[in-house]
């Protein structure tokens, strides 16, 4: 009885001990000291990605490397450029806005600001339209 006397005591004063709370960030991952440089980047997420569609994106990779004058194993300045194009923009819409850009240059070919010459094409579509239609 004593025993368990003793261990139900021990038991209350462990819970009734107070605990340290640390103030961490969640996205630290437990470290205290989080710099800049230690973040994850949207690069470091889509990079995966990027690496099961390069046969369909096409990305241009550009690394400059400079090096100290001392030793060029030692590195001075990384510069990293990643530019992936639209390949749907490029294959699909361009040409459609070429289309409708060439359509729009016509269209501007027939407006001379003749009074008489919208009336004729009003004339004009207004026949066509009657032949059409009957």
């Known amino acids: 009885l004593v025993a368990g006397a003793a261990g139900a005591l021990a038991l209350v004063g462990r819970a009734r001990r ?6 961490i960030a969640p996205w630290g991952c437990g470290r ?5 440089r230690m973040e994850y980047t949207a690069t ?7 690496r099961v569609f390069d046969d369909v994106l096409h990305p241009e990779i550009d690394i ?7 030793s060029r194993h030692y590195e001075k300045s990384v510069s990293y450029r ?3 194009t639209d390949q749907f923009e490029r294959r699909l819409y361009d040409p459609i806005v070429r289309g409708a850009r060439r359509w ?8 001379n600001g003749s ?7 009003a004339l004009a579509v207004t026949l066509l339209v009657m032949m059409v239609s009957a």
């Open 32 to 36: 205290t000291v989080q710099t800049p």
């Open 104 to 111: 729009g240059d016509l269209a501007r070919s027939l407006h």
């Open 44 to 50: 470091s997420f889509a990079e995966p990605l990027q």
């Open 18 to 23: 107070r605990r340290t709370v640390r103030d």
């Open 82 to 84: 990643i530019e992936t």
């Open 64 to 70: 400059e490397i400079g090096h100290h004058s001392e």
């Open 115 to 121: 009074v008489h010459r919208y009336l004729a094409y």
